[in-house]
């Protein structure tokens, strides 16, 4: 039995545009090998199309990325 509590940090910048990025932070508090899927909290520096489309990613296909990784560990 283990338990994982993760934060990532990271830096975007949309391929179309160089100058338009965002940071921001990805947490997930406390889940175990038990867990069918993991809860992202990503927190951004500010809102605007650009960052609710990298949320959107980050919570869709990080998500299933980082669990079965995770998982992987056990």
């Known amino acids: 039995m283990f338990e994982f509590e993760l934060e990532i940090y990271f830096d975007a ?3 179309t545009d160089p100058n338009t990025k965002c940071k921001g932070k990805v947490k ?3 889940f175990n090998q038990d867990d069918d ?4 909290d990503v927190t951004q520096e500010k809102t605007d199309d650009f ?3 990298v949320k959107k990613i980050l919570n869709n296909e990080m998500n299933e990325l980082l ?3 995770v998982m992987s560990l056990g």
Do not use: D, R
Not at 37 to 40: A, K, N, S, W
């Open 13 to 15: 910048v949309k391929t």
């Open 28 to 30: 997930v508090q406390e």
């Open 37 to 40: 899927e993991l809860v992202l």
């Open 51 to 53: 960052v609710q489309s």
């Open 67 to 69: 669990f079965k990784t």
